[in-house]
């Protein structure tokens, strides 16, 4: 099951550790989710979502503050009787030293932020979303192409990082080479990342490992990226019939997510980082409403209607 230290939560959001003399090493969160735990300060803990991340607002503090200190103290030793991986305030509100008391005894990290609930809960939801997402690797080179995340894949010495380099010098940002991590975020999206050893690395056959960031600047490179498209390259085989219109996409399944692939032939003389920056930019315009095949099979279909109509006109005559 794919974790996250809570140190590393405690980085990441820049949260004020509480309780420093409780051990936080050992402790993961394992859910995107998290839990303002309202009923459960009241006594109510039927379906209480313990394993998440726990949030508590101005509502639940101003209720805690309303308490006596006798049943204050009841309320956090039951919550904390339950193996919660940790309690964050919100707004830069402080716990008070009862609450401090029990987690220490407890073994339940407080932590607080001066971020407001709202704002801290879509922040910490959206990155344990990415972080705990299902997460797969596959073969291939990721581009961002003008903001489409452009996934190439294909056979080991096909072109791919060649066609990523090309791409690189004419302005387009690298994510990963070689080895794509992509993480199932929603059922519509998918976003690529690189493996900390590789990231900003290409491989070039016959020259060997160059680093985009150093050559290229850091405006050439980038750490995630929604896969927007796959283009896959494969050799030309004059037997086999490519799509030369488009009217019907393909797609290729990743983690159940469906994404729009192009079977791409290479052969002496293809550009290949033309025909990426213009799949890219003919995908987007499809998200936009406008589809070319579309426009062209219009436009046929009404060439020949009125071809009939001046047929059926000299016939009258």
Same mark, same amino acid.
């Given at each position: 099951?794919?974790?996250?230290?809570?140190?590393?939560?405690?980085?990441?959001?820049?949260?004020?550790?509480?309780?420093?003399?409780?051990?936080?090493?050992?402790?993961?969160?394992?859910?995107?989710?998290?839990?303002?735990?309202?009923?459960?300060?009241?006594?109510?803990?039927?379906?209480?979502?313990?394993?998440?991340?726990?949030?508590?607002?101005?509502?639940?503090?101003?209720?805690?503050?309303?308490?006596?200190?006798?049943?204050?103290?009841?309320?956090?030793?039951?919550?904390?009787?339950?193996?919660?991986?940790?309690?964050?305030?919100?707004?830069?509100?402080?716990?008070?030293?009862?609450?401090?008391?029990?987690?220490?005894?407890?073994?339940?990290?407080?932590?607080?932020?001066?971020?407001?609930?709202?704002?801290?809960?879509?922040?910490?939801?959206?990155?344990?979303?990415?972080?705990?997402?299902?997460?797969?690797?596959?073969?291939?080179?990721?581009?961002?192409?003008?903001? &489409?995340?452009?996934?190439?894949?294909?056979?080991?010495?096909?072109?791919?990082?060649? /066609? @990523?380099? *090309? =791409?690189?010098? $004419?302005?387009?940002?690298?994510?990963?080479?070689?080895?794509?991590?992509?993480?199932?975020?929603?059922?519509?999206?998918?976003?690529?990342?690189?493996?900390?050893?590789?990231?900003?690395?290409?491989?070039?056959?016959?020259?060997?490992?160059?680093?985009?960031?150093?050559?290229?600047?850091?405006?050439?490179?980038?750490?995630?990226?929604?896969?927007?498209?796959?283009?896959?390259?494969?050799?030309?085989?004059?037997?086999?019939?490519?799509?030369?219109?488009?009217?019907?996409?393909?797609?290729?399944?990743?983690?159940?997510?469906?994404?729009?692939?192009?079977?791409?032939?290479?052969?002496?003389?293809?550009?290949?980082?033309?025909?990426? &920056?213009?799949?890219?930019?003919?995908?987007?315009?499809?998200?936009?409403?406008?589809? /070319? @095949?579309? *426009? =062209?099979?219009? $436009?046929?279909?009404?060439?020949?209607?009125?071809?009939?109509?001046?047929?059926?006109?000299?016939?009258?005559?």
């Amino acid at each position: 099951m794919a974790s996250v230290s809570l140190k590393r939560v405690i980085e990441k959001m820049n949260l004020e550790n509480c309780t420093p003399d409780i051990d936080i090493d050992s402790i993961r969160i394992t859910q995107p989710d998290i839990n303002r735990p309202a009923l459960q300060l009241t006594g109510y803990f039927e379906h209480f979502a313990a394993t998440r991340l726990q949030i508590v607002g101005f509502v639940e503090y101003t209720y805690l503050e309303s308490l006596s200190e006798e049943r204050r103290r009841q309320v956090y030793e039951d919550l904390m009787s339950y193996s919660i991986p940790c309690i964050v305030y919100c707004r830069d509100l402080k716990p008070d030293p009862i609450c401090l008391e029990v987690a220490n005894q407890k073994l339940v990290p407080i932590l607080s932020t001066k971020k407001s609930t709202s704002a801290f809960m879509a922040e910490i939801i959206r990155w344990l979303n990415v972080r705990l997402a299902p997460c797969i690797s596959v073969h291939g080179v990721l581009v961002d192409v003008y903001g &489409e995340g452009v996934l190439i894949t294909g056979e080991s010495g096909i072109g791919k990082s060649e /066609a @990523a380099l *090309e =791409l690189i010098k $004419r302005g387009h940002r690298l994510v990963t080479d070689d080895v794509v991590e992509l993480r199932k975020v929603s059922d519509d999206t998918l976003v690529g990342s690189a493996p900390d050893i590789t990231k900003h690395f290409i491989e070039l056959r016959g020259i060997g490992i160059v680093d985009v960031k150093a050559l290229f600047g850091a405006s050439s490179v980038r750490d995630t990226q929604q896969v927007d498209l796959v283009i896959r390259l494969e050799e030309w085989n004059k037997d086999k019939e490519y799509d030369r219109l488009g009217l019907e996409e393909n797609y290729i399944e990743y983690l159940g997510n469906k994404v729009v692939c192009h079977n791409i032939p290479i052969r002496p003389g293809r550009n290949l980082a033309i025909i990426c &920056e213009s799949a890219a930019v003919n995908h987007r315009q499809k998200k936009m409403g406008y589809n /070319a @095949a579309q *426009e =062209l099979y219009a $436009r046929v279909q009404n060439s020949l209607a009125k071809g009939r109509d001046d047929d059926d006109v000299g016939i009258g005559f």
